[in-house]
């Protein structure tokens, strides 16, 4: 289970101890530091088999990716940490100019992918959704590894978002071309 404080913090204060802190990733909801809890196993293999799957599809000139790092800021008081980003490397490049900074970014990302797992459960999603889309992230993907779905969330050009459920087969991410995922390939 995740571990919540009790005692509000600053954006500063969270800022310089996810930096010092060694052995946790944290976040910050809504004021509060709450620490990602441990993942199974299972939820290890498909963040690895994803990351090698979708790192293969992009253009390292165009794009990086942060697997369990990068820090997505929606306001002050609230930064979370997903367990898949895909980052433009104009936004990296501007982080290399402090690179002893947090892995932070408030501009909106092409894809956040959440994963789920039997330590989180649902918890750890559904108040992060709405966030990701105030955010304005391109595409959101929820991944049920067990049930073989990813749900998406696709943000239109008048800022909606539409969600679409896939139960199996290739998804093709529409925000980067040429990026998808078999969800029938991939690890239980």
Same mark, same amino acid.
């Not at 809890?37 to 290890?44: I, Q």
């Not at 165009?62 to 609230?78: D, F």
């Not at 039997?118 to 959101?140: A, M, V």
């Given at each position: ?60 000139? =165009? ?33 290399? =100019? ?5 892995? =932070? ?84």
């Amino acid at each position: 289970m995740a571990t919540t404080t009790t005692v509000r913090v600053s954006e500063a204060e969270y800022r310089e101890f996810a930096l010092g802190d060694k052995t946790g990733d944290w976040e910050l909801v809504d004021g509060l530091l709450r620490e990602k809890p441990a993942m199974t196993f299972g939820h290890g293999r498909v963040i690895y088999e994803l990351t090698v799957r979708i790192a293969n599809q992009l253009d390292p000139n =165009a794009y990086a990716m942060r697997i369990n790092h990068a820090r997505l800021r929606v306001s002050s008081g609230t930064y979370y940490v997903p367990d898949l980003a895909v980052i433009p490397v104009a936004l990296e490049q501007r982080n290399l =100019a402090t690179p002893r900074a947090l892995d =932070a970014y408030s501009e909106p990302l092409p894809l956040v992918i959440e994963i789920w797992s039997p330590s989180t459960g649902d918890y750890d999603f559904d108040p992060k959704l709405p966030d990701y889309q105030q955010r304005g992230d391109l595409e959101i993907w929820y991944i049920h590894p067990y049930e073989r779905t990813l749900t998406a969330w696709r943000r239109e050009s008048h800022g909606t978002y539409r969600e679409s459920l896939y139960r199996g087969g290739m998804v093709q991410a529409e925000s980067i071309p040429g990026v998808g995922v078999d969800l029938d390939t991939l690890p239980e």
